[in-house]
């Protein structure tokens, strides 16, 4: 089985954030700006993120080879939790960057439609 390391997982994201910047023609601070909770590219990943817990449950949890398996349901039920963590951690910055823009004028929130 694998299983990575704290250190390990933070080693991957900070690489995977290079590359993504780069990709990008960005800084890693500016993508991250860029994607920050209330934005189009953050409600997007929200978005992922649910699309691909409805899978795992649907399609894994839910079929018959898996079901048949101790193991295989145990690590598809895994998955669906971390998801479901994930969603829920994700909808819970959502809410407090709203919280935080609670009375401020949309022009101060560039959420205007004029472009």
């Known amino acids: ?58 399609q894994l949890l839910h079929h018959p080879a898996i079901a048949g398996n101790d193991e295989w349901f145990r690590l598809a039920a895994k998955a669906s939790e971390a998801l479901f963590n994930l969603y829920q951690s994700m909808g819970a910055a959502q809410l407090a960057t709203r919280n935080l823009d609670e009375g401020t004028r949309p022009e101060d929130l560039n959420a205007s439609n004029d472009g």
Request: overall charge negative; cysteine-free.
């Open 1 to 58: 089985m694998l299983e990575s390391t704290d250190i390990e997982l933070e080693d991957e994201r900070l690489k995977q954030l290079d590359i993504l910047a780069a990709e990008r023609s960005m800084t890693p601070s500016d993508l991250l700006a860029h994607y920050a909770s209330g934005s189009f590219g953050f409600h997007e990943a929200v978005h992922t993120t649910s699309i691909v817990l409805d899978l795992v449950d649907d």
